[in-house]
Each structure stands twice: as C-alpha cells, then as structure tokens.
Nanobody, 123 residues
Framework: QVHLVESGGGLVQAGGSLRLSCAAS????????MGWFRQAPGKEREFVAA????????YYADSVKGRFTISRDNAKNTVYLQMNSLKPEDTADYYC????????????????WGQGTQVTVSS
C-alpha cells in the first residue's frame, strides 16, 4: 500500500513563496514518476510538475516554468514543490501523485494520490 500526504499549503500574497511537501510511504521506489497537479474550483485537474524517482529529470507546465521547482529527498521519501513568484491564478488545491504514467502530465496515468493541500494567492 502507498500513502501520499501533502502539506505546506496556505494563504500568501502575490509575489510570495510557498513550499509544498509530499511525504510518501510504501513501495515508492518502484514508481517511475512523482507528480504535482492542481485543481481550481470549476476547472479540471492540471499538470504542474513531475520528477522521475530514479533520476534527476524534471518536467514543468509552461505556466509555472521558471517559478516552481520540483525536487525530492530519497532519504526522507519526500517530494517538494518550491513555488516562487506566486500569482493569484496559482490558487488551487494541489495534489501529489505517484505511478507509472505513459505521459507524466496526464492525471489518469497516476495510480496513487494524496488528499491535497490548498494554496490561496491573494492579489
């Protein structure tokens, strides 16, 4: 069994920063990708960033490239999402995911999800 628990969300002013954490337990080293997705009210879940568990390869949505950084700490079984220069349009529930997606930016390819953490960016 795999469990993913996100933390680090909150309320921040535009231009500010937050760091989200995703603590993983279980057979996480077998996963190919760990990803972050977000979902704003009334919108579909969208890809934010992904990282291969066994390499340094990282991938980002165009909307966050240059502002967000995904990283991992294998010793802590934790994946992070450092979010800088936050904008009101970044407001959403952020979800951590793990799995073997054919395409790292497609939610349905991930088999395991956390419960989400809310990020609100005020203007």
């Amino acid at each position: 069994q795999v469990h993913l628990v996100e933390s680090g969300g909150g309320l921040v002013q535009a231009g500010g920063s937050l760091r989200l954490s995703c603590a993983a337990s279980g057979r996480i080293f077998s996963f190919y990708y760990m990803g972050w997705f977000r979902q704003a009210p009334g919108k579909e879940r969208e890809f934010v960033a992904a990282i291969r568990w066994s390499s340094t390869s990282t991938y980002y949505a165009d909307s966050v490239k240059g502002r967000f950084t995904i990283s991992r700490d294998n010793a802590k079984n934790t994946v992070y999402l450092q979010m800088n220069s936050l904008k009101p349009e970044d407001t959403a529930d952020y979800y951590c995911a793990a799995g073997y997606p054919n395409n790292y930016d497609v939610p349905r390819g991930y088999g395991y999800w956390g419960q989400g953490t809310q990020v609100t960016v005020s203007s």
